[in-house]
């Protein structure tokens, strides 16, 4: 059996999806082709050839892609086992970890840290608004024993689409004068949202490859700066598939990745980061997502009126450049996906962790056809779901990309 999905909902009628479906959901992302390619290549020696030097060359490239001049382990793993890498390098069973509450995914770190017997604090927050840097700066203020070892935030999350600001929550550590290690969530960003980890003063960071960095899942990456790599000297409850030790003897790429290296992946990195440098590097990815990101804002705005969409996270500053999350008001939200799904062929995410909207991604590998093709798609769903819209957001979308194309 394919994956070939022919499914419909109740209400389908004409449908009108078949064509290449438009998947915008906040990862796994799209995949370039240049980079589905390189998975359909044959296996090679692991042990000898050009897959070394593909490993070495994407192992040279990863530090810049988080700005650090750190070092990297690859996890053959998703963000879950990246998380688990990174605590269990750093901390012991009874340390205390401090989690910046905003949306949902790091809490959820907390949650599976807790497994491990790490001792989780959450600094409360909610789904609309940033971690507020004062409330994190008087915690740490109050740690006069200095019990808390780490904290733990999302840069993204990815259920509210908040975006965290880093450095003004490394500025309220460092105001604290508090020494606990700062890790870092990167799974949505990275790839998307400027993140300048040495500058930033990120102790861990951590990213995924299925999102911004446009390879289908299956690794991650921990990036360990130095006060971080000092810890692993105290930390007592290593787990033998993560442990840097191991990973870090260069000449053996077999005991880097703690067994088989994950080849059809190494490749498609090396293509994503080709990619990246073809399009000018970093900086011109982060300003493509912020223009895409603006023309998603245009559209909710143009969109909203009392009682009707609107955006979740209440400041316009702290809305991410790599998924929005949009509340549906009036309209329900599922109903609202099934029908664009199934009838036009547009996938958005749905809302997750109690957060009752729909989530639209626009990471990685997407330019303007594609994201006036799902703000359209959508825009039709709303008005077929008989929502009342203030104006036309696919306008105001185009309106955003036409200042940004120059002539
Ligand atoms: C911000 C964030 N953190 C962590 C995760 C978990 O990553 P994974 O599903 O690869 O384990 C996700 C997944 O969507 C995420 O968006």
Redesign the pocket.
């Known amino acids: 059996m394919t994956e070939i999905d022919s499914s419909t909902d109740s209400t389908s009628r004409t449908s009108l999806r078949h064509g290449r479906e438009m998947v915008a959901i ?2 796994p992302s799209i995949i370039p082709d240049e980079v589905l390619e390189v998975f359909a290549r044959p296996m090679p020696d692991l042990y000898e050839g050009p897959i070394i030097e593909t490993s070495h060359d994407v192992r040279r490239r990863l530090p810049a892609i988080a700005r650090t001049s750190g070092e990297v382990f690859i996890v053959t ?7 688990q890498m990174a605590t269990s390098n750093t901390l012991n069973a009874g340390d205390k970890v401090l989690v910046l509450e905003a949306g949902r ?2 809490t ?2 907390g949650e599976y840290s807790a497994i491990s017997g790490i001792d989780v604090e959450v600094l409360p927050g909610d789904d609309h608004h940033p971690v507020n840097p004062d409330a994190v700066e008087q915690r740490l203020r109050d740690d006069t024993a200095h019990d808390i070892k780490a904290i733990l935030v ?6 509210s689409s908040v975006r965290n600001d880093i450095a003004a929550l490394r500025a309220a550590i460092d105001a604290s004068n508090h020494p606990a290690l700062f890790m870092v ?1 990167c ?3 990275m790839g998307c949202e400027r993140i300048e980890m040495d500058e930033w003063g990120v102790d861990i960071a ?1 990213a ?1 490859c ?2 911004g960095l446009m390879v289908p ?1 299956g690794v ?1 990456f921990v990036w360990v700066g130095p006060k971080a790599a000092r810890a692993y000297a105290q930390a007592k409850d290593r787990v033998g598939y993560f442990d840097w030790e191991r990973r870090r003897d260069t000449s053996n790429e077999y005991a880097y990745y703690a067994g088989t290296p994950p080849i059809a992946h190494l490749r498609g990195l090396q293509v994503a980061f080709d990619l990246i440098d073809a399009e000018g590097g970093l900086d011109a990815v982060w300003q493509r997502h912020a223009v895409l990101g603006d023309a998603v804002r245009a559209a909710i705005s143009a969109w909203s009126v009392p009682g009707g969409v609107s955006f979740c996270i209440a400041e316009a500053d702290a809305r991410s450049n790599c998924v929005t999350t949009m509340l549906t008001g009036a309209t329900e939200p599922e109903p609202l996906r099934s029908l664009v799904r199934y009838q036009a062929g547009l996938i958005v995410g749905l809302g997750i962790a109690g957060i009752d909207g729909v989530r639209i991604a626009h990471m990685g590998h997407v330019n303007p056809p594609m994201l006036l093709g799902t703000l359209g798609t959508l825009e039709a769903g709303l008005v077929a779901s008989g929502a009342e819209l203030g104006a036309s957001g696919v306008a105001a979308a185009t309106q955003v990309i036409a200042r940004h194309l120059q002539r």
């Not at 793993?77 to 998380?83: F, I, P």
């Not at 999302?154 to 259920?159: G, K, M, R, S, Y």
């Open positions: 906040p990862g793993g998703n963000g879950h086992a990246a998380w995914f790091a959820v770190w999302a840069h993204v999350d990815t259920a969530d799974i949505a960003s951590i995924g299925q999102k899942p991650s």
